[in-house]
Nanobody, 124 residues
Framework: QVQLVESGGGLVQAGGSLRLSCAAS????????MGWFRQTPGKEREFVAA????????YYADSVKGRFTISRDNAKNTVYLQMNSLKPEDTAVYYC?????????????????WGQGTQVTVSS
């Protein structure tokens, strides 16, 4: 059973920064890509960023490109999302996710495991 636990959310002013962490357990972390998604009430879960198993490849939603950085530490079974220059529209619950198989997906339906989410609120 794969378990994902996010941390690092909170309240920050516009222009500020936060770093989210996601600790994984239950399978060989270094063999799989990882992703971050976010969701606001009444909207579908939105792709934010993904990283390949090695960390060599990353992909970002246009809305966060240049401001967010996804990274991973396979020795610690942890994936990170560094969020800089935060905007009020970044306010959402952020979820860490892992796919069930190999690949580098950027759509939510291709991810089988999800964390509980962490709230990020950006005030104007």
């Amino acid at each position: 059973q794969v378990q994902l636990v996010e941390s690092g959310g909170g309240l920050v002013q516009a222009g500020g920064s936060l770093r989210l962490s996601c600790a994984a357990s239950g399978r060989t972390f270094s063999s799989y890509a990882m992703g971050w998604f976010r969701q606001t009430p009444g909207k579908e879960r939105e792709f934010v960023a993904a990283i390949s198993w090695s960390g060599a490849h990353t992909y970002y939603a246009d809305s966060v490109k240049g401001r967010f950085t996804i990274s991973r530490d396979n020795a610690k079974n942890t994936v990170y999302l560094q969020m800089n220059s935060l905007k009020p529209e970044d306010t959402a619950v952020y979820y860490c996710a892992a796919p069930g198989g190999v690949g580098f997906p950027i759509t939510a339906h291709l991810y089988d495991y999800w964390g509980q989410g962490t709230q990020v609120t950006v005030s104007s």
